[in-house]
């Protein structure tokens, strides 16, 4: 895989992402190394990490509980004490190895310990490659709500390595590829097709498609960094997706879903929506729905689980002046943004997903 450079950050992949640490590392002569693992990336990842990394510098590793429900301001005071108490000073490097809660967090931590030192991300998933790590988005969730706290603000790299791929579960794999089928539809119907024919496709090419899926994001990131219009488009799904996935997590007698399982219902619903709104051509609301749940089946909702799912859009980052905010599609690769929904409308998108 070939290096993808933009002015907002730089993303390295395989064998030269580690050259280019390496080379960081002797340029910037950090005063201590901080990797911060969760305890799923402690024992799968670090050793790999480790033997990849020429350093004489002092490094500590720092470990946090894995999944989204440690993905909070408590969890933020624990590295920052951590930090604190090892002496971390100004000069400090944290390399932020794992998922999306962990670069999501670790950027954020990063970012504000003594006004700021410089991190690197180094994603271990298929979803923090192709979306979390990549971009500047950092911050953790308030109570259910997502991603509430936090900043936007550029890691000094990113370094992709997919045979970290190999110690995620089929389920994880699938939580990733709902973001690279987010991309597709507001990219690319070729994309699109590309990627729903996974089945067909060898490492060398998810290579490929992981970093087709950076280019995207890189590209829309690059136009609107701090998300005032055109970056709102990478909601796509994300309105009802968030709001399902935070209904969920904080539900005992529900099954937890993974952050791109959430995505996936979200995205069918959203193009219901936008069949209604915008016109979406009906038949690839059909195949959009098909394709989608062959993957990742179908969630059950009672009238009641919607009312609070419903409740907690109000909370989404979209949002301006009270109203609910989506991003819509009128056609594969032509997204709209700020749309408002009524919430009839809502309703029969539930209808939709549950009786088809």
């Known amino acids: 895989m070939n290096d993808l450079t933009v002015p907002l ?36 990842c670090l050793s790999k990490f480790l033997q990849k990394i020429e350093s004489d510098f002092t490094t500590e590793v720092i470990e946090i509980e894995a999944g989204e429900e440690y993905k909070n301001l408590q969890t933020c005071e624990g ?6 108490e090892l002496e971390a000073d100004r000069k400090s490097l944290m390399i932020n190895l794992g998922g999306g809660v962990v670069t999501d967090l670790g950027g954020f931590v990063a970012s504000t310990f003594k006004r700021g030192i410089k991190f690197i991300n180094v994603p271990t998933t298929l979803l923090s490659m192709v979306d979390a790590s990549v971009g500047g988005k950092t911050g953790v969730d308030l109570g259910n709500l997502k991603n509430q706290i936090g900043i936007i603000i550029q890691p000094e790299m990113v370094v992709i390595d997919s045979n970290f791929l190999e110690t995620l579960s ?18 690319s119907e070729d994309y699109w097709k590309k990627v729903t024919n996974l089945a067909n496709l060898d490492l ?4 490929e498609i992981i970093k087709e899926s950076v280019i995207i994001k ?3 990131v690059k136009k609107d960094p701090f998300e005032k219009n055109i970056r709102k488009t990478l909601n796509y799904g994300h ?4 709001a399902i996935e935070s209904y969920c997590l904080t539900h005992p007698e529900r099954n937890k879903l993974l952050h791109g399982e959430a995505i996936a219902a979200g995205m069918i619903l959203e193009t219901y929506i936008s069949q209604e709104i915008e016109n979406f051509p009906k038949e690839k609301l059909q195949y959009v729905n098909e394709t989608i749940k062959k993957m990742y089946g179908k969630e ?38 700020d749309i408002i929904v009524p919430d009839a409308i809502v309703d029969k998108a539930f209808e939709f997903y549950l009786n088809n």
């Open 170 to 187: 089929a389920q994880e794999m699938r939580s990733g590829l709902a973001e690279i089928l987010k991309h597709g539809l507001i990219a």
């Open 300 to 337: 059950t909702f009672s009238e009641a689980d919607i009312v609070q799912i419903k409740d907690l859009m109000k909370f989404d980052k979209k949002n301006e002046r009270g109203n609910i905010n989506f991003v819509l599609l009128k056609d594969i690769g032509e997204p709209v943004i």
């Open 9 to 44: 950050n730089p993303v390295f992949y395989s064998k030269n992402g580690f050259e280019k640490i390496n080379e960081f590392l002797k340029e910037e002569s950090p005063s201590k190394i901080f990797i911060l693992v969760d305890s799923n990336t402690h024992t799968y």
């Open 79 to 84: 590295v920052w004490n951590v930090l604190s």
């Open 218 to 220: 890189a590209e829309i």
């Open 204 to 207: 060398t090419d998810l290579d």
């Open 239 to 242: 309105t009802l997706g968030h």
